[in-house]
Each structure stands twice: as structure tokens, then as C-alpha cells.
């Protein structure tokens, strides 16, 4: 048992026990309100720059199975929880949530009152954050969250994203072969997961590749994946839509659609404290249907604000109004900001979302 202290930049700082790593992170302090899914949350690269908090008191019931991981390993810089189970009870579980977190060398805090620091975030909005495990001196956690830079001007996409292209082939057999490329801004594995499914060979490519360069792997589509940090930082691949605006039909999620929306001429914005859950509903606005998604983003599209006059706003959160996705019939470019892939999450809007992408190709959907 270890000590253990979490500051934010407002002066608030709570004292609890340390688990995982011993050691020192900073970055901004997120709340998901999910139940379940927390090795495929905690695998996110999204959450890069991140400490994530659940709002629900017990995780790691179930344990640790590395099949689930959404990458190669944690990409949280820190855990806060109200309670990490110890001995956890599922028959694929591979080691407890202590384990994972030791092994993969990050921080996590139990014991603290998260439903304190999440009333907390909703009121003052997202916060800098210093999670120290080894250490219960709170004024230094406070001095580390308040020193470090705002999310938005650092380069967490460069952290995440692969150094090199890869081809990915699918293992189902079809007629008619296509190839996706995707840009790798901190992919989730089960967009690439989704696509090979349908019998689509997947060339993924570094977040900084040309326009140039993706057209020599002769795309069927190009496909833009979710990432961390301010979409306003994602500058090479908001070249490459705008130049392959037209060529190929183009699709994105969460950070990939800020992208798109971005190279469309739209502006985006810092939400005060983001939507990160699995219960998030959103309407289509031309069959007037809800779904519950998947969330975890802290931007978001302003929908008033495309250069491009024929992008419609194609559904809306329920709760707060804002754009969860857009289309351009003409150019074929298609987006969402919540989690079609799911994992973790409800699976309602994946087979919409990638039978879509199926038919944009003329493939079947
Ligand atoms: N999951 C994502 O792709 C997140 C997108 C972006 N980093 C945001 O927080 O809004």
C-alpha cells in the first residue's frame, strides 16, 4: 500500500492509496461514466495526455485480458478509481488491474471520491491534473497540474500514431477486393477490427502522410480514425482530406471527424467537460431514430460553420445539441463524432456506420 495524492489546477487536491506505478504524471483529469469496458478504455490512444477517471465505484471485477486491448498497451497517463478490485473473477482474465498497471509502469489512485471530482469538473470544466503515487504532498500536486501546458498545444498525435505503413489483409474471401487506407491518428483496433470483417484489405499510414503518398496505395476510400488531443494540431492530415476531397470517398471517427469537418472549412471547439461514456444518445435527424453510442471526446464540430455550403449536419446529440455527424453527398465524405466500433460500448450504430462505408465503395453491405 502506497501513498497517494491527485491535485488540480483549482487548488483541490484528494488523498487516497496508489496502486500500479510508482511515479509522477501529469494531464488533464477526464471522467467516463461507463460501467464496463475499462481494458478497452484504458487501451484507447484517444485518452493520450489523459488521466481517466470512472465515475462508477468498482473497477477490475473482471479483470485483465490483453485479447480486449484497443492497442498495445495503456495509453492513459494515470487511473483514478474509487475502488480497483483486487482479486477479480472471470475465467479469461489473464492479471488484476494492479498488475496491468504496474506492468505497463502507470499510476492509478483508489479511495478517492470521485463523485467529488467529477461534480468538481462539471462545474469548473475540464482540469489540469498531477497524480502522484508514492507521495501524499498535495501542494506539489497542485504546483505539477497548474505547471504543465494546456492539452491543446501539445503533440499527442506523433506519441500514437505507427511509424511506418502497413497492409492489413482481410481474411474473409470476397469477389471483389477493397482497399481502405486509414490514417493512424491513435487508431482503436476495432475500427481496422470492423473494416477487415467485411473483407476489406486495410494500409494504414502515419498521421503526417501526404496526400501523395496515400494515393500510390490507389485507395477505394480513405478512412480518417479517432486520436488524442486538439484537432486543431492535426494539420498534415487535414491537408490530406482537403486535397483528396473529391478523388475518393472520404469517412471518419471522433478525432477523424473533427478532421474532416476541419478540412471542410468548420471550425471546432473545446466542450467544458467532453462526453465520455457508453450510454450517449444521438439522433439521426433524417430518420429521426436515436441510437445509444460510445463516447469519449472533449472537442467537437461547430455545425454553423462550414466553408462548404453543401455539408449537412446528419445527427445531433440529444443532450446537448451538438453535431455527432456530417455528410457531403457530392464529394462523398461522410463522418461521426461518437464510436461506431464501440469496444467498449453499444454495437447499435456499427453496422449503419460501416455499411455505409461499404456501400461509398460500391461494395456490398
Ligand atoms: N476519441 C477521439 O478520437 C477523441 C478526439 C479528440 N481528441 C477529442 O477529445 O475530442
Do not use: W
Not at 509522477?24 to 469496458?37: A, R, W
Not at 481494458?39 to 465515475?55: K, R, W
Not at 492479471?95 to 462539471?122: A, C, F, H, W
Not at 482497399?179 to 477487415?196: A, E, P
Request: include cysteine.
Amino acid at each position: 500500500m502506497m501513498d497517494a495524492v491527485i491535485g488540480l489546477e483549482d487548488g483541490t487536491f484528494l488523498k487516497g492509496t496508489g496502486f500500479g506505478a510508482e511515479g509522477i504524471v501529469c494531464g488533464e483529469l477526464v471522467f467516463t461514466t461507463q460501467y464496463t469496458g475499462y481494458e478497452e478504455s484504458l487501451t484507447d490512444p484517444s485518452y493520450s495526455g489523459q488521466i481517466l477517471m470512472f465515475t462508477y465505484p468498482l473497477i477490475g471485477n473482471y479483470g485483465v485480458n490483453d485479447e480486449t486491448f484497443q492497442s498495445d498497451g495503456v495509453k492513459v497517463e494515470g487511473l483514478v478509481v474509487r475502488e480497483a478490485c483486487r482479486s477479480p473473477s472471470h475465467h479469461q482474465s489473464m492479471r488484476n488491474i494492479y498488475k496491468l498497471m504496474e506492468d505497463e509502469g502507470k499510476p492509478g489512485i483508489s479511495g478517492v471520491d470521485t463523485r467529488m471530482l467529477t461534480i468538481g469538473t462539471r462545474e469548473h470544466g475540464t482540469m489540469r491534473a498531477a497524480l502522484i503515487n508514492g507521495s501524499d504532498d498535495g501542494e506539489e500536486a497542485v504546483r505539477l497540474a497548474r505547471a504543465q501546458p494546456d492539452i491543446s498545444s501539445l503533440d499527442l498525435i506523433s506519441r500514437v500514431t505507427c511509424k511506418e505503413p502497413y497492409i492489413i489483409k482481410s481474411q474473409v474471401n470476397t469477389d471483389d477486393k477493397k482497399n481502405v487506407v486509414l490514417i493512424d491518428l491513435g487508431m482503436k483496433k476495432n475500427i481496422s477490427t470492423s473494416l477487415l470483417n467485411r473483407g476489406i484489405d486495410v494500409t494504414v499510414v502515419p498521421a503526417t502522410t501526404p496526400a501523395s503518398v496515400i494515393q500510390e496505395f490507389d485507395p477505394d476510400l480513405l478512412f480518417l480514425s479517432n486520436g488524442p488531443g486538439d484537432p486543431q494540431n492535426a494539420n498534415a492530415a487535414i491537408d490530406a482530406v482537403k486535397e483528396m476531397a473529391g478523388t475518393v470517398p472520404i469517412a471518419g471517427i471522433c478525432l477523424g471527424h473533427q478532421i474532416i469537418a476541419r478540412a471542410l472549412g468548420a471550425d471546432t471547439y473545446k466542450l467544458k467537460f467532453g462526453h465520455r461514456g457508453a450510454n450517449q444518445p444521438v439522433k439521426d435527424l433524417e430518420t429521426g431514430i436515436v441510437h445509444i453510442t460510445s463516447q469519449n471526446h472533449g472537442f467537437a464540430v461547430e455545425g454553423d460553420s462550414f466553408d462548404d455550403t453543401d455539408v449537412i449536419v446528419t445527427q445531433i446529440n440529444t443532450n446537448d445539441r451538438t453535431v455527432e455527424g456530417i455528410e457531403q453527398k457530392d464529394l462523398d465524405i461522410f463522418s461521426v463524432q461518437y464510436h461506431p466500433e464501440a469496444h467498449a460500448g453499444p454495437r447499435d450504430t456499427e453496422k449503419i456506420f460501416f455499411g455505409k462505408v461499404m456501400k461509398a465503395m460500391g461494395g456490398r453491405v
